[in-house]
DNA sequence: CATGAATGAGCCTTCATTCAT
DNA sequence: AATGAATGAAGGCTCATTCAT
């Protein structure tokens, strides 16, 4: 009996999963309002009513695309532990490392971030759970190399919403398809985490002359 | 007669400004799709019908936003003409006038950026009207100044996206509502170029020791 | 004064003439419901708003319009008058006369037609003001010459109706775009002239054997 | 689960004959365009959205409409095999069993008709699916009877065309409400008959004298 | 649990009519 | 008298949600 109801688990969570992924698709593609049950319901492969036993109603989809976003950050943000040495090569491994997995949910992106832009109960959610704790940690992580010198005497929090930013920044022109960036996300990586830690300009020189 | 038609027209180019601002901000509350043209009415002091004596319909609307989003790019692009000489001094100049503008057009982009993730027509067009030719220009001047050996030789169509990436990245972060980067806006384009410019690492170096 | 009067009637009647061929031919065209008085102002050449100047309403249009059938119909009437002696030539030159009136006034005939079958109000105007009365002197003449024994003793009143149906039913099948009623409409009139007054059967005959 | 089946479409047929049967009832009394699917809706007892169920739009239920004319006009038209002797009683049989069943659908026709005299698409589906069709058996017949020497030779196609429109014409003179023609509709038949066969003039000789 | 027909609230849009110029 | 911008009522249609099977 327990079994049994491990294995039903089991069937309605893959079940759930089936219409989430349909949902999440649907909505990149039509948008959350413009989508409609109906077609989520057959990208999904089940009836409309369906989609009612697994979730309490249309925003509840949303919300859930939303919690497997903050699933992500949350994995994601585990990396951050047991790198206490090297700057340049944590710091690079971490871009490296936030951008595949970043690229990898674009689409759960796509639909959270349209819909948070002109949501402000998402928005505020989505900044409390998941934001402002990534920043809080961020911002210590940097006030500590900055203490240790590794890290040029700076802005912190605004260091790091630049930093934070400039990923989101690639993620969002990648999202609206700009081909350089979405063909070359690999690479990206490098040329951000080159340009962050050692600037545009040429050493050595001419500047300010 | 020619004043009279003058008059007019002023009052029918103030009328469609004044519906153009509600459903900016209509928009940019509900999102598009869930925003009413009742509102946007409502807010614009007009009955529902008069919006569709100046707009074809709703989506009219928002090509309208979009295009007022066009203007605002094509005029700040104005200002890369004539500054040939300090590299620096040119970088700096052009991220704080960028991003005063876009910050002063920040409700817009919000509306016009959340229907471009979810909206492949809208966003094609918006790359190939916006996007594409900024980045071509700043590609060349990107270039010349790398032969100028001014800048670190690097990827420059990566490192382009990298730099204007940066900068929608910080609009996104204040449009989502990030505290630090809305109310502290205007002193981000200072800290971000100097990220840029010289690099989070500190000078004489300790990095990969 | 007088005169000034007089000219300014003519004008005013030339715009009215104006706007309700335009209505004519607009509701001919998409059905009084489906036009619309902007399209009817187009058509005339003037504002919507001049077209309330001359009429109460869109529905007064309507009516106007159907008054034009009467009028027709009534100078159509005066026919009759002075032919009292051959019956197979007044016949014939009867229908011959009211068939030519028709096809000429064909398009209001539409749109009133049209509009009758499906407004009780409308139709109860027109049986009473139109059709009844030329039905009812048409019953006269009919009778008067049963009596002289110019006619087959039958029931005058469904004749009377099959002779003014069969050229009511005429016009509609034009109406409908019949093309050998609607490219030989003249010569229509002799077939149907001949057809109600001898009939299709061969005379002399096998008739009922 | 096949009897289910059968009964699911059963009930599904039913519906569909529910609501056009209401949109029938609320067509022929406001007319297409003035008629609300509100008042279908109301009137066929089911929701709005229900129509749209069973009915692409509006437009959709005036084109089932029409089908269920063709239908019957299809199925009267078999009525002229097998009847191949007496000219005169199959003449007569063949009106008084169209005009039945002409009769019987007069709501259907009322609709139908008052819409195509205003619409020229649904004008050319008619004539094309219908009219024409029926023309060209019958002026065959007619041929043969004309050859066989049972009728008068006369203008085959006009003359078809006579007959067809003196029964149309009796039926729109029923359907805009002729107290004669409404009340007295099976009788109107056998004068119709009458006179197609025999004419109006009395034999035996005074004409044109 | 799954289904999908039924529901009806609500939206975009049209259009007859008014009225200030 | 002519104009046409403004109005707002009303209609067709969609779609999230419910519920009987």
């Not at 999963?17 to 309002?33: H, M, Y």
């Not at 928005?123 to 500590?144: A, C, D, K, L």
């Amino acid at each position: 009996m327990a079994e049994t109801g491990g294995v039903r688990d089991l069937l309605i969570a893959a079940r759930r999963e089936q219409i989430l992924g349909a949902a999440t698709r649907v909505f990149a593609d039509k948008g959350f309002s413009r989508a409609t049950t109906r077609e989520v319901a057959r990208e999904a492969g089940v009836s409309e009513g369906t989609i009612y036993n697994y979730f309490e109603d249309k925003e509840a989809l949303l919300m859930a695309i939303m919690d497997m976003l903050n699933e992500t950050e949350r994995r994601a943000d585990d990396f951050r532990e047991g790198l206490a040495t090297d700057f340049q090569g944590f710091f690079e491994a971490y871009l490296r490392h936030r951008m595949v997995v970043i690229w990898e949910n674009r689409e759960i992106f796509r639909v959270v971030m349209s819909e948070m832009l002109v949501n402000a109960g998402l928005r505020e959610r989505y900044m409390r759970e998941v934001v402002e704790p990534t920043m809080r940690i961020g911002e210590e992580n940097f006030q500590e190399r900055v203490r240790q010198g590794k890290v040029r005497p700076t802005d912190v929090p605004l260091a790091m919403r630049v930093v934070t930013g400039s990923v989101l920044g690639l993620l969002v022109l990648g999202l609206l398809g700009e081909k350089e960036v979405a063909s070359r996300w690999d690479e990206a990586s490098g040329v951000l985490g080159e340009l962050l830690l050692h600037g545009l300009e040429k050493m050595g020189g001419d500047q300010h002359a």
